[in-house]
């Protein structure tokens, strides 16, 4: 199994990256969030001129964040400063487009996107819309400019099997935010080499998973204040999804659910409150608030981190490597200098 660790993008992450390359991870990524976290590609420039080894991913952009012209030209100055090593993951924009109060694009536009990505980074001229218009556009200036030479590796968060499908037409990878379900795993697979067929596209792709890890110690409890504080950041971003999508707070647990409508109470929100995207996300993907570890249901914690002993994370990973998962993504928020250690034994 490969390790890579995502974090949120702000000045300093690049030590966080030459130290992630010093323990032989095999990527560091960073969320492209704007109105919660810092600039992904300021983040990711400096993290190439500090490292020389590590693949460095944007987990991820979306089609209402940028043009395809203005995100190719921000990638090919990464692929510039790190050649061949620039992941770049593309969604729909469920939590960057609910900060801002709007709604994620659709998946048609998102495979037209990735498609408009790849073919701009490569080289090769797109056909670029605004309005009726329609204009062939490519890059004008490449070499010291943009590197279209070094490929870049491109990878569609995938939620849901249509998600998948995209990413085997597309010649893609697949990535998932806390989704440690070998079932699911599998199934994204299967829809991913179905796109692949209908594309007459082979091209073998990575899959990522995003997580979190607590190893216990002997005889701690696997629901105690640091296991949830471990998973907390994942679990809190799932509710806070919820809290403003009835029908996906209907799919959850009966425990979860109720986590869900006593972390709304909690905001002072409703779940069709216009401004809720204002209360939804505090200190997001950050270490979560002792008060709030109620929330933190058990069932959370087994869904969505990585907590037990050594031999039972071992088989864990095992089991998840035979679904596909080729790639175990920790996101660190206690202590990550620790935490990318203690992964870094485990794997």
């Known amino acids: 199994m490969r390790k890579g660790i995502v974090v949120t993008a702000k000045p300093g992450v690049e030590d966080l990256a030459a130290k992630a390359e010093e323990l032989g991870y095999d990527s560091f990524w960073v969320y492209d969030t704007p109105m919660v976290n810092g600039d992904p590609f300021v983040s990711l420039a400096l993290c190439a001129k500090g490292t020389s ?116 037409r597309r010649g893609a990878g697949t990535i998932s935010f806390g989704l440690l379900d070998p079932a699911a795993w599998e199934a994204f697979a299967e829809a991913r080499e179905a796109g692949a067929r209908e594309a007459g596209d082979e091209t073998p792709a990575t899959s990522y998973v995003i997580t979190s890890m607590h190893l216990l110690a002997d005889g701690e409890d696997p629901y105690g204040d640091l296991a949830r504080d471990s998973v907390g ?70 869904k969505l981190g990585l907590v037990g002993t050594r031999d039972g994370l071992l088989k864990r990973v095992a089991v998840l490597e035979a679904a596909g998962i080729d790639e175990l993504v920790l996101h660190p928020v206690l202590d990550p200098a620790r935490e990318m250690a203690e992964f870094a034994r485990l794997l």
């Open 53 to 168: 080894r590590i693949r460095l991913g944007l987990g991820v952009t979306s089609p209402a964040l940028r043009s395809a012209p203005a995100a190719a030209a921000a990638l090919g100055s990464l692929n510039a400063l790190a050649p061949g090593r620039i992941i770049c993951g593309v969604g729909t924009g469920n939590t960057a487009r609910r900060t801002l109060g709007m709604k994620p694009t659709t998946i048609a536009t998102l495979e037209r996107f990735t498609g408009q990505l790849q073919d701009l980074t490569a080289g090769r001229t797109i056909e670029y819309s605004e309005g009726g218009r329609t204009r062939a556009v490519r890059f004008l200036h490449v070499g010291d400019h943009v590197n279209t030479e070094d490929p870049i590796e491109f990878v569609v968060a995938a939620s849901g099997l249509r998600a998948a499908r995209i990413a085997g």
């Open 233 to 302: 950041h994942l679990a809190l971003a799932l509710l806070a999804f919820a809290g403003e999508n009835p029908a996906l707070r209907e799919g959850l647990e009966p425990q979860e659910r109720d986590a869900a409508q006593r972390f709304l109470d909690r905001r002072g929100i409703t779940a069709t409150a216009d401004d809720r995207h204002l209360a939804l996300y505090e200190n997001y993907l950050g270490r979560i608030r002792p008060q709030d570890r109620d929330l933190i249901v058990p069932s959370l914690v087994d």
